[in-house]
């Protein structure tokens, strides 16, 4: 069970850029798929953006293209979700996962999550 933790969330107004961050303390994630979620207030969760082991690059969601990417930095065993372009319609808890089991890769399911953090992009 992979510990991950989200950071970087928070207040942004729209227009504006946050990065949010994913690591597991202690662990390193190179080796798995890691996919970014999230779950806006009285929806249900979606898919964002997955890396997966080699860097290869899968979009859930057609409404971030152009606006949000993911990158992995092995050095700092930590995965990155670039938000740029805020929109009101962004807001949500942002959840970061990994597909730890085989096979692995982000068209399967995620096997591990972090608790997620909020992302509220208001005026």
């Known amino acids: 069970h992979l510990p991950l933790v989200e950071a970087g969330g928070g207040l942004v107004q729209p227009g504006g850029s946050l990065r949010l961050s994913c690591a597991a303390s202690?662990?390193?994630?190179?080796?798995?798929?890691i996919g970014w979620f999230r779950q806006a207030p009285g929806k249900e969760r979606e898919g964002v953006l997955c890396i997966s082991s080699s860097g290869g690059i899968t979009h859930y969601a057609d409404s971030v293209k152009g606006r949000f990417t993911i990158s992995r930095d092995n050095t700092k065993r930590t995965v990155y979700l670039q938000m740029n372009s805020l929109k009101p319609e962004d807001t949500a808890i942002y959840y970061c996962?990994?597909?730890?089991?085989?096979?692995?890769?982000?068209?399967?399911?995620?096997?591990?999550w972090g608790k997620g953090i909020l992302v509220t992009v208001s005026s």
């Open positions: 996962a990994a597909r730890t089991a085989s096979p692995i890769g982000c068209l399967y399911g995620m096997n591990d």
């Open positions: 202690g662990f390193t994630l190179d080796y798995y798929a």
